[in-house]
C-alpha cells in the first residue's frame, strides 16, 4: 500500500489500472506466436450490388483463435499489434491469403470479382517496400489493381502525410481501389474527397442501424449518396441487417451493401454456399 506523501508520489496505479495493463501485455505477447502458431485466420464477408443482390466483392476480415481466450476481435489485438509493431507482418498474411483467395474467386465465381483489404493507419504509413511488394505479387498473380481495394479511414487523409500522398498515388497509378472506412464518424471536414482519387465511401453501421426509425439517419444517408454520386464514388452501406433497411438504401440510390442480412463474415470454403453468391442456385 502506497503511504502519505514522502517518496511515494509515484505510485499513481490503481490496481485495475494495473490488472488491465497487464492483461494487455500478456495478449500483446501473445500476438508473437500467433502468425506462427497459425492462429490468425481470415474470414470474408460479401458485399453485394443492391440492384441485383448478388456479391461482386468481399472484404477480408481477420480473425485470432486463442489457445486459451478463444476469439479475439479485432478491435482488440490490432491496437496492440499497431504498437508492437506486429500489424505489418499481420497486415502482410492478411493480404497473401486475400490475393489468394480473390485469384481463385474471379477464376470460379464471377472474372470482375474484387476484394477489399483494410489498413490501419499505422500500416499505411509504414514501410514503401513492403506495398512495392504487394504490387509486384499482384502482377505475378497476373490480377490487375481493380482486383484490390484498400480500406482506410478518414483520419489518415486529415492531414495527409507525404507518405501517405505518395502511397495513394502509387495505389492509383496501378488501379488499386481506395475506400473511405466508416464515413461520417470521423471528422467534419469533407476536403479530403476532392484533393484524393477516392473511389468508395463505406457509410458506418451507425448510420444504417436506426434507418427506419430514425428520421435523421435516413437524412445523412440520402445526403452521404447524393453528395459521393456527384463526386463519382459509390457507396456502400456497412451493417445491413434487415430487408428494410436494403429497401431504404436502394430507394436512396446506395450502390453496395454489407452486412448480416447478406452474410456473415465466414470463411473462404463456406462462401461459395452463401445465397448471394452468384454460384448459388
Ligand atoms: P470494419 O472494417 O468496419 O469491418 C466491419 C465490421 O462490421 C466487421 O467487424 C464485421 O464483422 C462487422 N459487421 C458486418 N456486418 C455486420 C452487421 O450486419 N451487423 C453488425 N453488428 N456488424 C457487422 P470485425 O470483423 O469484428 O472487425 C472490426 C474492425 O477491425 C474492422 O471494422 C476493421 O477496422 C478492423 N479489422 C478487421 N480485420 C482487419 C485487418 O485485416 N487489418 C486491419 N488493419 N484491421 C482489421
Ligand atoms: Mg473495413
Ligand atoms: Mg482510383
Ligand atoms: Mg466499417
Not at 490490432?78 to 492478411?94: C, K, M, R
Not at 453496395?256 to 454460384?279: I, M, R, T, V
Request: aromatic share 10%; with cysteine.
Amino acid at each position: 500500500a502506497a503511504k502519505a506523501g514522502g517518496r511515494n508520489r509515484y505510485s499513481f496505479y490503481t490496481p485495475s489500472l494495473q490488472t488491465a495493463a497487464l492483461a494487455r501485455m500478456r495478449l500483446s505477447n501473445d500476438l508473437r506466436y500467433a502468425l506462427q502458431e497459425q492462429q490468425l485466420h481470415v474470414v470474408y464477408q460479401p458485399i453485394v450490388a443492391l440492384q441485383t443482390g448478388k456479391a461482386v466483392k468481399a472484404e477480408a476480415l481477420i480473425r485470432w483463435q486463442h489457445p486459451q481466450k478463444g476469439w479475439i476481435s479485432p478491435l482488440e489485438f490490432i491496437p496492440l499489434a499497431e504498437s508492437s509493431g506486429q500489424i505489418t507482418a499481420i497486415g502482410d498474411f492478411v493480404f497473401d491469403q486475400a490475393l489468394h483467395q480473390v485469384a481463385q474467386w474471379r477464376q470460379s465465381l464471377d472474372p470482375e470479382f474484387q476484394i477489399s483489404i483494410n489498413q490501419s493507419p499505422v500500416e499505411f504509413q509504414s514501410d514503401p517496400a513492403r506495398y512495392q511488394r504487394w504490387l509486384e505479387a499482384m502482377e505475378a498473380q497476373q490480377l490487375p489493381g481493380q482486383a484490390i481495394t484498400i480500406e482506410i479511414t478518414e483520419g489518415l487523409l486529415l492531414d495527409a502525410s507525404e507518405k501517405v500522398v505518395q502511397r495513394l498515388l502509387e495505389f492509383s497509378a496501378a488501379g488499386v481501389q481506395v475506400a473511405i472506412d466508416d464515413f461520417g464518424t470521423g471528422y467534419s471536414s469533407l476536403s479530403y474527397l476532392k484533393k484524393f482519387d477516392i473511389d468508395f465511401l463505406k457509410i458506418d453501421q451507425s448510420f444504417v442501424r436506426n434507418l427506419q426509425r430514425n428520421n435523421s439517419d435516413h437524412a445523412l444517408c440520402e445526403a452521404i449518396i447524393m453528395m459521393a454520386h456527384k463526386l463519382g464514388l459509390k457507396v456502400i452501406a456497412e451493417g445491413v441487417e434487415t430487408t428494410a433497411q436494403a429497401d431504404l438504401l436502394r430507394e436512396a440510390g446506395c450502390d453496395f451493401a454489407q452486412g448480416y442480412l447478406y452474410g456473415k463474415p465466414s470463411a473462404a470454403a463456406d462462401f461459395l454456399s452463401l445465397p448471394c453468391c452468384a454460384c448459388a442456385p
